[in-house]
């Protein structure tokens, strides 16, 4: 017998209730959002549900016969490791596809993340995000077409009575107002609102994109990485706009912290089937590895038993206690072993070790200074760091975190400046002003934001480590493939073709075969899952090394940072010399 197909475990403890963590940031977001403190009730009654759903591609069972449903009020997390089927049963929510077997109800009206990055680029960010209630969308443009004839008949007059009451219906006359709420609270200042999504960067259009799947109180919110390309104080007020939300939530996310901080049940897609857990993420982990434990221990102890009843048929099958022996052969089938299906979760293991230690003083920063034209990113920042310190960059997207990584590798012992050109696309000088001195013996281990450039096409995985260093063997080099989850036959996949996941993993694979002592990190949770994320948050707690890492995963931050540099926004970094913690008591 294995997992029924649709279970809810655990222990009710819903995050959101847990707003005194929140007290730092939480006037902020209201003071951006007023007009959404209270949502319109979403009738109880308007769910999401699947019934004896299935899709496999090939020999591969993502899931079969699932039932399940997601209610109002309720937010769920939608996890799994990487090729689990996450981003499927998404699309299946949504409509995008249709289950190979089995049905899908869901709600008129839903909030989808968009995925495509492209398909507004002709549109203004405001009518975008508006663009969030196809309604109301379809509503205005049939409206503007009407009042754009040089004449109206009266068939005109009436048809615009009917779309004005569905512009009416659907707040349509304050939709400019409150799109440019949602935009404001997600870092899209009002500056940009008119302007075309063709000219916008990629983290600002997903943000807008963000804001079209909140907009118009939809009945439901489908949010695929939502996290994805948010700063800390947009993630921060994403968990607070979704924690006041009435509907259902179903949410992807790589985001240990804000999967606890919203979700009240996790949906876990895993042995060919998806379980709901009652609880935040880390109460699912508890819970299904006790479950796990619980049907293995049933299984040792049946095990024993049936290897008990069949010695003694063994013994007595041919003798006068036929009876006794017919008895324990039933009793055999009876106990048959509960078939645990095999869990689709591998978990990569990391080891950052230094080949020899740095001197104390890894590196001085003189007055450093960064402008782009007249425009000023850091100004005279000054700091000196010792050998072991974990330090953590933070601040709002745009505030030049990226920028003096890049200053202060810029003469950096062993990160060429070609790569900091490749991973940049910038041909200019990376410093103004100021000095960046490198400590005795400091080698540097880089992962770059874009650190899918650092791999040249035209080989395979493994040629491309193996040049790191030619006098490592063979085994060597497969051993630390294996480890990041390469199976041997990957090995030989072409550089090109590998996902942005692929590309991390092979990155880490050439900083544990270079053994640095120094490492730097810009935001390398991007294209990880969870297993991945959280082996990197160990590795790093366990380095003896110097870190300097730029990332948005509060957890990261929380538990590896020594020392935290914030860009204030003004072109100021405040140096605290504490961890997060400390930096949050006293920053309140």
Not at 142 to 151: A, G, L, Q, T, V
Not at 293 to 301: G, K
Not at 343 to 372: A, D, M, T, W
Request: charged share 25%; with cysteine.
């Amino acid at each position: 017998m294995g997992h029924p197909r649709s279970v809810t475990y655990g222990r009710s403890r819903v995050a959101g209730n847990r707003s005194d963590q929140y007290r730092s940031w939480y006037p902020y977001w209201r003071s951006c959002v007023p007009a959404f403190g209270q949502f319109p009730a979403v009738p109880v009654n308007i769910m999401i549900s699947v019934s004896n759903v299935s899709m496999r591609y090939g020999a591969k069972v993502l899931f079969d016969e699932v039932s399940t449903a997601f209610t109002p009020g309720k937010r769920y997390g939608l996890t799994g490791p990487n090729g689990a089927g996450k981003s499927t049963f998404m699309n299946l929510l949504t409509g995008e596809i249709e289950p190979q077997k089995g049905t899908v109800v869901r709600p008129k009206k839903l909030g989808v993340l968009s995925q495509d990055q492209f398909a507004f680029d002709k549109y203004r960010v405001l009518d975008t995000v508006i663009m969030g209630n196809k309604r109301l969308w379809a509503a205005m443009e049939e409206r503007d077409r009407i009042y754009s004839k040089p004449e109206m008949t009266d068939a005109d007059g009436m048809k615009l009575g009917e779309l004005e009451g569905v512009v009416g219906e659907e707040d349509g006359y304050t939709a400019e107002s409150d799109a440019a709420i949602l935009l404001e609270g997600l870092d899209i200042p009002d500056a940009l609102h008119q302007r075309k999504m063709g000219e916008l960067q990629g983290g600002q259009k997903v943000r807008v994109l963000l804001a079209q799947a909140l907009f118009g109180h939809p009945q439901a919110l489908l949010l695929d990485e939502p996290t994805n390309y948010l700063d800390l104080d947009s993630i921060h007020w994403l968990q607070g706009f979704l924690n006041q939300y009435d509907g259902v939530v179903i949410v992807i996310s790589h985001d240990r912290h804000f999967l606890n901080r919203v979700c009240t049940h996790i949906a876990d897609i895993d042995y060919e089937t998806i379980i709901t857990y009652t609880g935040t993420y880390d109460d699912m982990v508890v819970a299904k590895t006790q479950i796990r434990s619980q049907i293995e221990s049933q299984n040792a102890q049946r095990e024993k038993k049936i290897s008990q009843l069949n010695e003694f048929i063994a013994r007595f099958s041919a003798g006068t206690r036929s009876s006794q022996v017919q008895s324990r052969r039933k009793e055999v089938e009876r106990l048959q072993v509960t078939e645990l299906a095999r869990s689709n979760i591998q978990r990569p293991y990391l080891k950052f070790e230094q080949k020899r230690p740095s001197g104390k003083h890894i590196l001085e920063l003189e007055g450093v200074s960064k402008s782009y034209g007249d425009g000023e990113v850091v100004r005279k920042f000054t700091a000196s760091i010792v050998r072991g310190e974990k330090i953590a960059l933070m601040g709002r997207n745009g505030a030049g975190k990226t920028t003096l990584l890049n200053a202060l590798l810029t003469n950096s012992p062993t990160v060429p400046e070609a790569e900091l050109r490749k991973t940049s696309g910038y041909d200019g000088p990376f410093l103004t002003d100021g000095k960046v001195i490198w400590g005795h013996e400091a080698a540097v281990g880089y992962f770059a934001q874009d650190h899918k450039a650092l791999i040249q096409p035209g080989t395979t995985a493994f040629e491309w480590l193996h040049q790191w260093d030619p006098a490592a063997s063979n085994e060597e080099i497969r051993g630390l493939l294996g480890q990041m989850l390469f199976p041997r036959e990957d090995g030989d996949k072409r550089t090109e073709v590998l996902s942005g996941g692929e590309a991390a993993r092979l990155i880490f694979c050439k900083l544990m075969l270079q053994k640095p002592n120094v490492l730097v990190f810009d935001e390398p949770t991007n294209h990880l899952d969870l297993e991945s994320i959280n082996a990197l948050n160990i590795a790093l707690q366990r380095y003896q090394g110097t870190v300097l890492l730029c990332t948005h995963d509060e957890d990261l931050i929380d538990e590896v940072a020594t020392r935290i540099w914030y860009f204030e926004g003004n072109h100021q970094i405040t140096d605290f010399k504490g961890a997060y913690e400390e930096y949050q008591s006293v920053s309140v």
